[in-house]
């Protein structure tokens, strides 16, 4: 059974920081994976999505990157800005189904 | 700008009655998905659709729940008798799903309250 977790669980940095976010999942037979974000009482923005082909895909000031064989995914956000704070969430696609299946999530604060 | 749009934002119901979410997809996209996000299980898959046709429906208490795709501009997410366990954020996405590549959209939610 799929399973896939995030480290931190919460994370608050200054502004200006560089940033990793860590996603992690067991069965690395998996097709896509997104990152997206999530702000309090709002749906899920897709931010990036990386197929199973793929090794990173970037958007402005983020980048991901994939490494299927040891199951990890790294969001980088470069140069964080308050406007960053939400809730990061990754979710992988398996070749057996098309449903998603989600991490936690990192809580991320970005305070000026 | 293409959206997911789901109705109603908020419904507070009192146990015992009915329930039903409507959701409109991305036009174009051929599979359309209902799930629940609570704090304790987090974003969990209930059904969904390719083409209309129901794919998957396993993660959903059948008893209670069903979803159904009248048309392709429509999607619905029905509880009855609901219950208070089931309140909970219910979020329809949508994506044009292929082999090898599967992006998902997500509407804003249908937060709903049981009491």
């Known amino acids: 059974k799929q399973e896939v977790t995030q480290i931190p669980a919460a994370l608050s940095v200054p502004e200006g920081e560089n940033l990793v976010l860590n996603c992690s999942f067991t069965?690395?037979?998996?097709?896509?994976l997104q990152w997206f974000r999530q702000d309090p009482g709002k749906g899920l923005t897709s931010l990036l999505l990386?197929?199973?082909?793929?090794r990173e895909q970037t958007s402005g000031r983020l980048n991901a990157s994939l490494d299927k064989s040891s199951g990890r995914s790294t969001l980088y956000i470069a140069a964080s800005q308050p406007g960053d704070s939400a809730t990061y969430l990754c979710?992988?696609?398996?070749?057996?189904?098309?449903?998603?299946?989600f991490g936690t999530g990192t809580r991320l604060q970005v305070f000026p | 700008d293409a959206r997911v749009t789901q109705t109603p934002r908020h419904k507070v119901t009192e146990m015992g009655q009915e329930v039903t979410m409507r959701c409109q997809p991305i036009?174009?996209?051929?599979?359309v998905f209902w799930y629940r996000q609570t704090m304790m299980q987090g974003l969990e898959l209930l059904a969904y659709?390719?083409?209309?046709?129901?794919?998957?429906d396993s993660g959903m208490p059948k008893d209670r729940f069903s979803a159904e795709m009248p048309d392709a501009t429509l999607a619905t997410l029905k509880i009855q008798p609901s219950e208070p366990r089931d309140s909970a954020v219910y979020f329809c996405?949508?994506?044009?799903?292929?082999?090898?590549?599967?992006?998902?959209?997500f509407g804003p939610g249908t937060r709903l309250t049981v009491l």
């Open positions: 996405a949508s994506g044009l799903i292929s082999s090898g590549y599967n992006e998902q959209f």
């Open positions: 069965d690395s037979a998996i097709y896509n």
């Open positions: 990386i197929q199973s082909s793929q």
């Open positions: 979710a992988v696609s398996t070749y057996n189904t098309d449903k998603l299946i």
């Open positions: 036009l174009g996209h051929n599979t």
């Open positions: 659709f390719r083409n209309r046709a129901p794919l998957d």
